[in-house]
Nanobody
């Protein structure tokens, strides 16, 4: 059973940084494309960033381009999300997700991801 556990959330002032981590167990990370999603209060869950199995392809949602960086360490089964220049509108619960995919693909659809973590809260104060 694949399990994903997020960590690193918290409260930060606007302009600050946080580094989220997703620890993957019960499966080999290199089998999966990985992604971070978020859900803000009163809004639908949305894709933040995705990365392909082979670490070649990444995707970023427009609101986070240039500020967030997704990476992966297949040896350590970890997927960090570095978040810089945080804004109040980044406040949300952030979820890690894993899904089988062709090596070079970083799927953008939620339906492509089979496994989900419980989420970690990020709050950005103005």
């Amino acid at each position: 059973q694949v399990q994903l556990v997020e960590s690193g959330g918290g409260l930060v002032q606007a302009g600050g940084s946080l580094r989220l981590s997703c620890a993957v167990s019960g499966g080999t990370l290199i089998r999966f494309a990985m992604a971070w999603f978020r859900r803000a209060p009163g809004k639908e869950r949305e894709l933040v960033a995705a990365i392909s199995r082979n670490n070649i392809t990444t995707y970023y949602a427009d609101p986070v381009k240039g500020r967030f960086t997704i990476s992966r360490d297949n040896a350590k089964n970890m997927v960090p999300l570095q978040m810089n220049s945080l804004k109040p509108e980044d406040t949300a619960t952030y979820y890690c997700a894993a899904g089988p995919a062709v090596a070079g693909r970083a799927p953008t659809s939620q339906s492509a991801y089979s496994y989900w973590g419980q989420g970690t809260q990020v709050t950005v104060s103005s």
